[in-house]
């Protein structure tokens, strides 16, 4: 059984990072410093066929899948470990490490903004959305707090290298918005309104 998120509004704060490879693999990283079952680090991996996989506890897959759903999972620790503009992270037979730019940070705005203005111009200038509702049913909010490209990749499943840093391909399908096609870095809080549960007669 799943462990359900609460009807009233949630909130993860942390940072995002999302990079391609010459090979066609593509990773999301979520490192998540609070959120309502504490720190955790994920991994949604969409290697060059059409799977869609969630590397993470057991415990951060069940929360994480109230929300988006996968085709497979790999329950494993993940270690997640960002010094600077470093980031390395293993997670089963996932290997990563990063380099990024220095950050552009953005100024605090309230919700209302991220849903509409900002979410307009994140769609039109960058191709990807700030406020959306997942494939869940729960309704979203991205609020970046700065951004910077990734620089320099190195990937490797079960040690085979994935090839040099490439921009994201095809589409992912992980939830409301795709990443953006540049390898970026995001620091960002995320509220989150769950669906209300449905009561059959």
């Known amino acids: 059984m799943g462990i359900s998120p609460s009807k009233s509004l949630e909130t993860l704060k942390g940072s995002i990072t999302s990079f391609g490879t010459a090979s066609g693999h593509r990773f999301v990283i979520g490192d998540w410093e609070t959120s309502p079952i504490g720190r955790f ?9 059409s799977r869609r996989i969630l590397v993470a506890s057991e415990k951060a897959a069940s929360y994480i899948t109230n929300v988006y759903p996968f085709s497979e999972f790999i329950h494993t620790e993940v270690s997640a470990h960002l010094d600077g503009q470093k980031i390395e992270v293993i ?6 490490k990063l380099a990024s730019g220095q950050p552009i940070p953005f100024p605090w705005r309230p919700r209302w903004v991220t849903g509409s203005l900002e979410s307009a111009l994140a769609q039109r200038i960058m191709g990807v ?3 959306g509702v997942s494939p869940t049913g729960a309704t979203e909010w991205y609020r ?8 320099q990749s190195r990937a490797t499943v079960d040690g085979d ?4 840093l490439a921009p994201i391909s095809g589409h992912l399908g992980f939830g409301f918005t795709e990443p953006p096609r540049r390898p970026s870095h995001v620091k960002l809080r995320v509220d ?8 059959s007669r």
């Open 144 to 151: 970046t707090r700065s951004l910077s490209w990734i620089k």
């Open 129 to 131: 959305r700030t406020n």
């Open 192 to 199: 989150i309104l769950p669906r209300p549960p449905t009561h």
């Open 41 to 49: 680090t994920d991994v949604m991996w969409a290697p060059p066929d």
């Open 91 to 96: 997670a089963g037979p996932l290997a990563i």
């Open 161 to 164: 290298s994935c090839g040099e």
